[in-house]
């Protein structure tokens, strides 16, 4: 048992996948009233609080205080009751507009920068010789499952020290940190499956290790990098402790997690706010899943376990 | 020596000087780089630069004089950050492997490996190695030291409640999100649109807790009695003839109303990785177990399960781990009030509310203690696949 999904392993959701197509020997397909309908339930019920929200979101704030969002479907296409306000008053007055930039301010660096460090390495682990390899590698995956607790009091003291809290670099660095065991870990598990046949070829050609990685391995890692990003991407955009603990809630670094969890302790009835502020700080993941639902499973299983 | 032989000499003497002067030059670029990423208004300074260099001398003198647009220094920050990031790190890389390649054959190839792990090495050095061993260390040093600080984790009544709910979070929560998830698997595996039906499962797994948070709170949300209820739970209880309830603040049921929020998120992940270990079921056996005339029921427990326990154990483990940490739910809905702390929250509340360090520390100790055995687990897997040798 690892904890860890192999990024390659084809499990999706991605309905041109060929592998998703096919039943498992064990589920034929049935008539059955019985299952359709709990599938239906389940699925039903999983959504609502989401549509509660989604729907809330276009209110106008009066009809949220008074009724329930479900009325709407007493009259749809009563256009009047249908608004975008909640949304510009979010953005601009409830500062989640500033947040949202901070996210990708704090995201993309703390995405990208992460990457070029791991794979080096996961290419070292994979396919270099040298002494305490094996030691290394058990620290990178014993370090895989750290809580990320065991890490704030030093780090915060740390960062207070060195002028680095309420900081982008701060912040950007400590992704970093946390991200490398797993997007090590991951691209390890990619990169050592590669044959042999190609990496010794290429030696023999008289390729460099390093134009080996460059030129091969690196674009033959693709689906694992790719996977690793979103993962990341993700990780971090949807991240709160973090965010709390380096940057803060001041309104030059407040991300959107840290802002919404604000309007929560600030405005925790104005619930046209909530409602269009929850579904701006979630709009992003949302286009990430349906776009890239493959990499995006991907990504998601093989790293769920991080700290 | 021949002649020629000592030309060659001195040409790599020569390349080997010139790589190593760029290596140093990149490690400069990369200091210059944080050194200027850690002042904003450096970051100001740089655009005036730039300006006046492509010779918009109004531009700069603008900017001198008004000062400029918040949102235009974030973004020339992140572009910055990412030419430094990444175009920093791979000028080290090019430059310390060229150093390498001019070193005779044997250095070559013992030095090679640790450039390239170096990076990374230095990375977990500092963000985890570094302050494991410090948090262990401070848990024992600061405040009252070993004593009182651990006496705080396991007799402090707060604390104990703190446990209990942990437990809670974690058997409930973990079971709840398994069995739900294997359920759907199951299940959507005998639907036509099996994709399509998964994917509302699975999409809170997307969102992040703050706005699942903020999603549930406006299910569990009260009115007085009289006024109309506008979440969704009162208004079906009220519905059904009861009196309004203010969930969260029902103790001790409020812990429950937060672990569905939980087992919302996490089913998704169950039923996929789970989906995905049924669909690996060998087929023999299923037809084997049919012709023995084996019901779908006895089927799915005597010959389906067994077969799928790495897959359970898999997904049970990692949502046991993120369930441990629990932070972002209890902190935006109740805030551990209401009798519905939990480890994780007391520890970001001690450590930055109450700069109780040393309380905080033993806290996070807590939660290593708990993965030490998955974490043993892992790597000892690792030997037996050989992976790393």
Do not use: C
């Not at chain 2, 326990?309 to 009030?337: C, S």
């Amino acid at each position: 048992m690892t904890a860890v999904v192999d990024p390659g392993t084809a499990i999706s959701l991605d309905t041109t996948d060929p592998a998703m197509r096919r039943r498992s020997p064990f589920g034929r397909f049935t008539h059955n009233p019985v299952v359709r309908i709990s599938v239906f339930v389940i699925a039903f019920f999983w959504t609502l609080p989401t549509a509660g929200i989604l729907i809330s979101s276009f209110r106008e704030p009066n009809d949220i205080r008074s009724s329930g969002w479900w009325e709407v479907f007493v009259h749809p296409f009563e256009t009047g009751q249908w608004t975008l306000e909640n949304y510009g008053n979010v953005l601009s007055s409830a500062g989640m507009g500033d947040a949202f930039i901070n996210s990708l301010v704090v995201t993309i660096p703390a995405t990208v920068i992460p990457i070029t460090i791991a794979a080096f390495a996961a290419y070292a682990f994979a396919w270099l010789r040298f002494p305490g390899k094996s030691l290394l590698f058990a620290i990178v995956v014993g370090l895989l499952v750290v809580p990320i607790q065991m890490t704030l009091v030093p780090l915060l003291r740390l960062y207070g020290d060195l002028g680095l809290t309420g900081n982008f670099l701060g912040i950007w660095l400590a992704h970093t940190g946390f991200g490398l065991p797993l997007a090590i870990y991951l691209l390890y598990n990619y990169i050592s499956t590669l044959p042999h046949e190609i990496i010794e070829s290429a030696a023999v050609d008289g390729a460099s290790p390093f134009t080996t990685f460059t030129r091969l391995v690196l674009p033959l890692s693709f689906p694992a990098l790719a996977a690793f990003a979103i993962f990341q991407f993700l990780w971090v955009w949807n991240d709160l402790l973090v965010a709390l603990v380096f940057l803060g809630t001041g309104s030059r670094t407040a991300i959107l997690t840290a802002q919404l969890n604000e309007l929560v302790g600030s405005r925790g009835e104005d619930w046209h706010l909530l409602t269009s502020g929850a579904f701006v700080s979630m709009v992003v993941p949302l286009v990430v899943f349906f776009a890239l639902q493959r990499y995006f499973v991907r990504g998601l299983l093989a790293g769920s376990v991080k700290g | 020596m021949t002649s020629n032989e000592r030309r060659a000499q001195r040409s790599l003497t020569r390349r080997t000087l010139g790589w190593g002067v760029a290596f140093l030059a990149a490690l400069a670029l990369l200091w210059i780089g944080i050194v200027v990423l850690l002042d904003p208004d450096a970051i100001t300074g740089m655009i005036v630069w730039l300006y006046e260099l492509v010779g918009l001398r109004g531009q700069a003198f603008a900017i001198a004089e008004r000062g400029i647009q918040e949102g235009f220094i974030r973004l020339v920050t992140v572009v910055f950050a990412i030419l430094v990031g990444v175009g920093g790190v791979w000028f080290l890389f090019i430059t310390g492997n060229a150093l390498i390649e001019a070193s005779p054959s044997r250095a070559r190839r013992h030095l090679r490996p640790w450039l390239f792990i170096l990076p990374a090495a230095a990375f977990l050095g500092v963000y985890l190695v570094f302050p494991l061993v410090e948090t262990i260390r401070l848990s024992v040093t600061e405040d009252g030291g070993f004593g009182d600080n651990y006496s705080f984790v396991l007799t402090d009544p707060a604390m104990q409640i703190a446990m209990r709910n942990n437990a809670l979070w974690l058997v409930i929560g973990t079971t709840g999100s398994v069995v739900i998830g294997l359920l759907f698997a199951a299940l959507v595996d005998r639907v036509k649109r099996e994709a399509f039906a998964k994917t509302f499962v699975f999409l809170p797994l997307a969102i992040s807790a703050v706005g699942a948070a903020v999603i549930w709170r406006f299910v569990y949300t009260w009115r007085p009695p009289g006024a109309g209820q506008i979440g969704m739970l009162n208004a079906v209880w009220t519905a059904a003839g009861g009196e309004p309830v203010a969930f969260l603040q029902a103790v001790p049921w409020n812990n429950l109303f937060l672990i569905l929020i939980m087992i919302w998120i996490q089913t998704g992940f169950a039923m996929v990785v789970l989906s995905a270990a049924l669909k690996g079921v060998p087929t023999e056996l299923v037809e084997a177990g049919r012709i023995d005339g084996a019901t779908e029921i006895q089927l799915f427990f005597r010959v389906v399960l067994p077969t799928i326990r790495g897959a359970l154990i898999t997904v049970a483990t990692t949502i046991f781990i993120a369930i441990l940490k629990v932070f972002d739910i209890v902190f935006v809905m109740t805030g551990g009030r209401f009798e519905t702390e939990v480890i994780a929250n007391r520890m970001f509340n001690e450590m930055f509310r109450f700069r109780n360090f040393g309380r905080a520390s033993a806290l996070a100790v807590v939660l290593l203690i708990a993965v030490i055995p998955i974490m043993i687990v892992n790597i000892r897997n690792l030997r037996r696949q050989g992976i790393g040798t």
